[in-house]
T-cell receptor
């Protein structure tokens, strides 16, 4: 059972916009920044969004993040087949005194 | 090019020990916090351990406290994870990951290694 809660799966067709939610509590998302990772099949995770809504260089602007209260969301617009991957949210948890990850969401492009 | 390369994985019996290494290159290793994150087969990411740039602050997940020890050698640009009293549930791919600052803060890990597989089985 992960501290941050994500839906196990999401799907969309090419060109669509999909969102992935991440729910936490006051000790993590409610008081700290959220980061998102993309893990393509068979590869290491890659930082996709940091500080709630910032994109590292090289990440397409199709990817965006937001945070409100104790929840965060990752949005992917103009869905492409290469976006098929697992997505994880992560934040520092003040009670646990360490980082926590969501359980991950497997995105399928239909 | 920023690069992290893990080594030391393999098969170990329950109760055994193993030491993982992570060789860093392409950046000033001594200026960054470092982390270990693991992923059990078919499962999600789990944070294991972190330390700041000069090893003065160390953080461990409850699941590994008292069994795993993170350390670094800035002169050798290397990160380590000493794993003792291994259990079947420690079976996972272990990734080393760079933090974005010298301090251990938000899990903003901007560079990851390719991972090394640890299998704990008799």
């Amino acid at each position: 059972q992960s501290v941050l809660t994500q839906p196990p799966s999401a799907s969309g067709t090419p060109g669509q916009r999909v969102t992935i939610s991440c729910s936490g509590s006051s000790s993590n998302i409610g008081s700290n920044a959220v980061n998102w990772y993309q893990q393509l099949p068979g590869t290491a995770p890659k930082l996709l969004i940091y500080s709630n809504n910032q994109r590292p260089s090289g990440v397409p602007d199709r990817f965006s993040g937001s945070k409100s209260g104790t929840s965060a969301s990752l949005a992917i617009s103009g869905l492409q087949s290469e976006d098929e991957a697992d997505y994880y949210c992560a934040a520092w948890d003040d009670s646990l005194n360490g980082p926590v990850f969501g359980g991950g969401t497997k995105l399928t492009v239909l | 090019e920023v690069q992290l390369v893990e080594s030391g994985g393999g098969l170990v019996k329950p109760g055994g020990s193993l030491r993982l290494s992570c060789a860093a290159s392409g950046f000033t290793f001594s200026s960054y916090s470092m982390n270990w994150v693991r992923q059990a087969p078919g499962k999600g990411l789990e944070w294991v351990s972190s330390l700041n740039s000069d090893s003065t602050y160390i953080y461990n997940a409850d699941s590994v406290k008292g069994r795993f020890t993170i350390s670094r050698d800035n002169a050798k640009n290397s990160l380590y994870l000493q794993m003792n009293s291994l259990r079947a549930e420690d079976t996972a791919v272990y990734y080393c990951a760079r933090g974005f600052t010298a301090l251990v803060q938000t899990p903003r890990f901007d560079c990851w290694g390719q991972g090394t597989l640890i299998t704990v089985s008799s």
